[in-house]
């Protein structure tokens, strides 16, 4: 990430939401010869109450300074919702940046507690969602939440995943656009560059869903996931933070299909040979580069 785009973040942003909201969306005439996708910049000038010579130097990195007044105009021209609003304003150079100190993610011994106590599929997870604990119920559910695996690796590079999850396209997209709202201004932090830039390379899909600039708060919700033993289970998931880490759940409604299925694998998971890593209590971090 430390190109072009983390140079000019506001620039880019604003560049990939006009590509996305078409003239008809924003009231304007298609026209018979449109070069680019979504709107013009000096359509979003007009609309915006701005000058073009302005929008293009915001665009181009040339002024970093808007006020909140042309950022707001900005926003309700692009149709950001609150979240990406949030986001838009904080891109901008009057909320100077408070350099964060890297520090290793640590994990509480009584989260290991919690997640041994748990019956339902649970793990704990980092900021660029590296699976650093998880419960017998978890791994059963789903090998790639073992502790050393990441979640964003396997969802897009792992075809068992990708034949995991119901809806995967829709997800897929969810998932992106949370990690960059994850990353915010930590564009330098070589976690992140290391993930985003193997992704980039490995998967066109990840490729084209980072480029959009979507930003996605995805604490909780429901999703539907193909199991190759039980079958289809409708989980809801829900992130509890505890520190600097998240505590991520699955569970299903209660005494509903998916419960007795999710019961079944229970069962399951307990039968098997001693020595598996999912008859250990709870499988302990492995340390990750």
Same mark, same amino acid.
Do not use: C
């Given at each position: 990430? *430390? ?9 880019? &942003?604003? @560049? ?7 003239? !008809? %969306? ?7 010869n449109r070069r680019v996708p979504g709107l013009r910049r000096e359509e979003v000038a007009l609309l915006a109450g701005i000058s073009p010579d302005y929008y293009l130097r ?5 002024? *970093? /300074? ?19 609003? $949030? &986001? ?7 909320? +100077? =940046? $408070?350099? @964060?100190?890297?520090? +290793? ?5 009584? !989260?290991? %507690? ?12 980092? =900021? !660029? ?5 998880? /419960?017998?119920?978890?791994? !059963? ?7 050393? %695996? /990441? ?8 075809p068992e995943e990708q034949a995991f999850h119901q809806g995967w396209e829709e997800a897929a997209a969810d998932f992106v656009a949370t990690l960059r709202t994850t990353i ?54 829900? *992130?509890? +933070? ?6 991520v759940v699955y569970y299903p409604d209660k005494n509903s299909d998916s419960d007795e299925r999710l019961h079944l694998l229970a069962a399951l998971s307990r039968s098997e ?6 008859? /250990?209590?709870?499988? $302990?971090?492995?340390? $990750?580069?």
């Open positions: 990430m *430390k190109d072009e785009e983390s140079d000019n973040r506001l620039g880019s &942003y604003l @560049r990939a939401r006009r590509e996305l909201v078409s003239p !008809a %969306q924003a009231g304007l005439p298609p026209g018979g915001l665009e181009r990195g040339r002024d *970093k /300074n808007p006020s909140p007044q042309v950022l707001e105009s900005l926003a309700r021209v692009l149709q950001l919702d609150d979240v990406e609003r $949030t &986001y838009l304003l904080g891109l901008s150079a009057a909320r +100077p =940046r $408070t350099p @964060r100190r890297k520090r +290793p993610e640590h994990l509480p011994a009584r !989260a290991h %507690q919690l997640l041994a106590h748990l019956q339902i599929p649970a793990f704990v997870e980092g =900021r !660029a969602f590296d699976v650093l604990a998880s /419960n017998p119920m978890a791994v !059963a559910l789903s090998p790639r939440l073992r502790p050393g %695996q /990441n979640r964003l690796r396997s969802f897009f590079l792992d915010g201004d930590d564009t330098d932090d070589p976690r992140f560059v290391e993930l985003v830039g193997e992704l980039a390379l490995s998967s066109q899909r990840f490729r084209t869903l980072w480029a959009r600039h979507d930003v996605r708060v995805l604490d909780g919700g429901t999703t539907t996931v193909h199991h190759p033993v039980v079958g289809e289970l409708r989980l809801h998931r829900d *992130k509890l +933070p505890i520190d600097d880490v998240i505590l040979p001693t020595g598996t890593a999912r008859s /250990n209590p709870v499988d $302990t971090p492995r340390q $990750t580069p």
